[in-house]
Structures are given as C-alpha cells and as structure tokens.
C-alpha cells in the first residue's frame, strides 16, 4: 500500500490564484481529514469526511472547500489565495472513528506571496 | 467537550537522559488516547495508544505513556534518550461515543543533545 499520498509537495502561489491539494488513500478508509499547521500552534482541523459524498467543517474552514466523489480522493481546494493560508497542509484518513490510528500523508508546503 | 494540553513547547534532554512529555486532556466521556511524532518535513506518525485495558502502554522506539485517570494525563516516557528521538510530539484525543474527530495538543519539539 501507498497508504495516504499528496500532491504537490511544494507550491509558491501568488495571492488571489487558486489550486488545489490533491490528496488520495488506498486504504479503502471512510475517514479523510484536512488539517493545516503552523509554527507552534499544532494541527487546525479544515474539513473532514466521513465518506463519499459527505463532508463537513473543521475548525478553520474560511477559504477553503473540499469535495469527496470518490473513496480514494479527498481534494481541497483554495480559492483565492491569501498570505495567511501560508502554512502546511496535512491530508490523513482513518478507518473508523473512535479508537483508530490516523494515517497522515507527507504534507504539502504552501506559500502564498 | 475534548482538550488536550501538552506542557511545553520544546523539552531538552542529553543523549541518554530520561524523556518524559507531558500531556493532559479533558474529556467527559471515557477518552481515546494518542501519541504521535513527526520527523522532520514528514507526516505524523502513531507511537502508540491508549483505548481500554492496560493503563501502561508500550509504543514503538521504546517510548510508553500511561494513562492515569485520575490526574487526566497521558505522559509519554523513553528510559534513555536517542538523537535520532529529536522530533515534534504530538498528543491526541478521542471520545468513546462516535467522535471522529481527534483534538491534538499543540506539539512539543523534543530536543537531543549529544
């Protein structure tokens, strides 16, 4: 297994563009997370899915959407990028809830100048 | 409602020395415990967890945590300090009852001199 991958790992974006964080599991997990974070301040939940078709608000959602069609792929999309989404983005996906470990993929390191 | 506190953004040890990270949480059902390290420019990774039974746990590279209900904590313990154990930690937790989402602690770097 792959187990949780991400794509890019690097991007330099300028303020007001948009991309997209690709990130993709092959764990058949039903659990996806997006978690953002900065220096000193830990994870900050974006969104999270509890399967196809169904996503929900994390903590910080302003500026962010994410969309879930498949099993496999939960990508998070910035919209018009802004310095303060300067950060690091972790994708992670569980089995199930409760007791399950979280599987985290390598980040993705964005700058918005 | 869960949280969790990680007393202290950066701990420095001497190869060899005693580790010990502190971790309180708060829950109001019984928790679901969680350490986690993060090498440097990677994904975070599972140490070990605390579900039900044993209140010591064993996680890999040597560490282990134990729960202790009554002082709401969940530190993590290495006997003997590697450089390679230089990393951010990362204490989480879960609720019984169908939370699924973890609330982690703010990380503590863990520093290793030689």
């Known amino acids: 297994n792959a187990g949780v991958t991400q794509t890019p790992k690097f991007r330099i974006l300028k303020i007001g563009q948009s991309m997209t964080l690709q990130c993709t599991q092959d764990?058949?997990?039903?659990?996806m997370y997006w978690y953002r974070q900065d220096p000193g301040m830990g994870l900050k939940l974006i969104y999270y899915?509890?399967?196809?078709?169904?996503?929900d608000k994390g903590e910080v959602p302003n500026g962010y959407n994410v969309s879930r069609s498949t099993t496999e792929d939960f990508p998070l999309r910035l919209e018009l990028a802004a310095p303060s989404q300067t950060s690091v983005y972790f994708c992670?996906?569980?089995?199930?809830?409760?007791?399950?470990?979280?599987?985290f993929g390598p980040g993705t390191r964005l700058t918005v100048l | 409602a869960q949280s969790v506190t990680q007393l202290g953004s950066h701990v420095s040890v001497s190869e060899g020395a005693l580790v010990l990270l502190r971790c309180n949480y708060s829950?109001?059902?019984?928790?679901?415990l969680f350490w986690y390290v993060q090498y440097p420019n990677q994904g975070l990774q599972l140490l070990l967890k605390?579900?039900?039974?044993?209140?010591l746990v064993k996680g890999i590279n040597g560490f282990e945590a134990e729960f202790k209900k009554s002082e709401t904590s969940f530190h993590l313990t290495k006997p003997s300090a590697h450089m390679s154990d230089a990393a951010e930690y990362f204490c989480?937790?879960?609720?019984?009852?169908?939370?699924?989402?973890?609330?982690f602690g703010r990380g503590t770097s863990l520093i290793v001199h030689p």
């Open positions: 899915s509890v399967g196809a078709g169904i996503t």
């Open positions: 992670a996906s569980r089995p199930e809830g409760g007791t399950d470990t979280q599987y």
């Open positions: 829950s109001s059902v019984p928790p679901y």
């Open positions: 605390y579900t039900t039974g044993a209140t």
């Open positions: 989480a937790v879960s609720e019984l009852g169908g939370s699924y989402i973890p609330t």
């Open positions: 764990m058949n997990h039903n659990y």
